[in-house]
């Protein structure tokens, strides 16, 4: 897989309409739980992620090339979020802790179940956190995104992205103390 940027110039230059398909298919579940990070809610997250698929494939911005396509789209999409959260800031929204069922099947080995269920814990603690520490954090661990990627997304320097990213982990670990979580073992 290249990093999207051929499989977007192909569709927005000749109309390659596939191109499009393999960016939703490729960056679809990685820019949903982003949104999540920001919105807080999977449901609203999955529509967002959907408005900034239309957005690019119907106005077909230009990437200016500054960075990775990955940044580009999550740069969009977190645009589409904060738009979202302005347009609907007095509206309340169902947590995603009250609506998911992130169990392993009973079927599962019992380490996959230890692991999910230590998943779910740090799921769960990244909540209580700021959101600009679950951003931070989202951004660096779980979609591997440099510091630098990830203080353009969040239209920062990157020496505060590290010193976000320092109180985040902090905060976290501290978060997981409070619950009783053993993080040793990971």
């Known amino acids: 897989m290249d990093n999207g940027a051929s499989s977007y110039r192909r569709f927005r230059d000749n109309g390659d309409q596939n191109a499009l398909v393999e960016i939703i298919r490729d960056y679809k579940d990685g820019l949903i739980l982003y949104l999540t990070s920001i919105v807080g809610n999977v449901q609203t997250a999955e ?5 900034t698929f239309v957005l690019i494939g119907t106005k077909k911005p230009k990437d200016k090339g500054k960075g990775s396509f ?9 645009n589409v979020a904060i738009d979202y959260l302005r347009k609907h800031s007095k509206h309340i929204e169902v947590s995603i ?3 998911a069922d992130l ?4 079927d599962a080995v019992e380490a996959e179940y230890i692991k999910k269920e230590q998943k779910i ?8 956190l700021a959101p600009e520490y679950q ?24 020496r505060s992205v590290e010193s976000l990213l320092y109180r985040a982990r902090k905060s976290l670990k501290s978060q997981l103390e409070m619950e009783g979580f053993d993080y040793e073992k990971l």
């Open 47 to 51: 529509e967002l992620a959907e408005d």
């Open 70 to 78: 990955k940044t580009w789209l999550y740069t969009i999409g977190r």
């Open 97 to 99: 802790d009250d609506n």
């Open 103 to 106: 169990i392993s099947d009973e």
């Open 121 to 128: 814990t740090v799921h769960k603690a990244m909540r209580k």
């Open 135 to 158: 951003q931070v954090l989202w951004l660096i661990y779980f979609e591997e995104l440099s510091n630098k990627e990830t203080a353009k997304i969040m239209k920062k320097s990157v």
